[in-house]
């Protein structure tokens, strides 16, 4: 099992929902974990956020920032995973709750050779709202409340939320990378550093989760399935500019038409400034972890 869990809780200009997903998160059971905010260049209203639940999440809590420039999710991340000081990371988004044994989960699931992908399930824009207005936890509704949303329309489906033993099952597809997505994904840190992390190259909303995922399965990594385990509840929101798509799909299609492991632009490009032309100082990202 690993030691040390880096959560890696990417965001942008969201700190309603930044703020119920901390929440759940200082409600976990198992404390061996950190969380460090991927900030995608949100304004200044997200720092304070963190600021607040610093002395109360109950863990180290990290902010990684950088400039707004447009969609840049696989840097950011990447810059996160830098930060980190854990020995496996589980990418959250910063509007997806946890439930209280999502880290414990995480942690039982985790296995050399493996990545974990979860999965979720979506409210709706009222149920969304009432959450964030309301300061509901839907982390801690039980099966007989998720039905009565599912019967109101306040959800999608119920997968997310249910609980099954798969054991072996979970390993039927270990090639598979479909379906899966960034959101609720467990990576061992030395197998992100073996593909030098996502790939920065990735612009724009879309793709750059399954380029990760088939350059670990190229590396020789394999899938295992964390769902009616894992799952996380996912807020809604407006969907996101898609104008890169693309131009994305494309890059994935090479990745696909190779065997390449590595990323193109990844981890190793922010730790080596000559790479980039850019100095040591622009570097370093805007980052504190303290407990």
Known sequence: MPDLISVIVTTYNREDALDAVLSALSGQGDRGFEVVVADDGSGPATAPVVERWRPRLGVALGHVWHEDRGFRAAEIRNRA???????????????????????????????????????????SPALTAAVLRDGLQPQTWNAAEWMRQRRRGGVNRLAGVLRLPLGPLRKLAPRHWRGARSCNLAVWRRDLDRVDGFDASFLGWGREDSDLLIRLLHAGLRRKDGRFATGVIHLWHPEADRGQLAANDARLDAVLGSDRARAQHGLSVLQDPAETGESNEQNVPHVSVRS
Do not use: K, M, Q, S
């Open 81 to 123: 995973i830098l930060a980190c000081r854990g020995d496996y990371c589980v990418f959250l988004d910063g509007d997806c709750i946890a439930r209280p044994d999502f880290i414990a989960t995480h942690r039982r699931l985790a296995e050399r050779g493996w990545f974990v992908t979860g999965n979720r399930v979506l409210l």
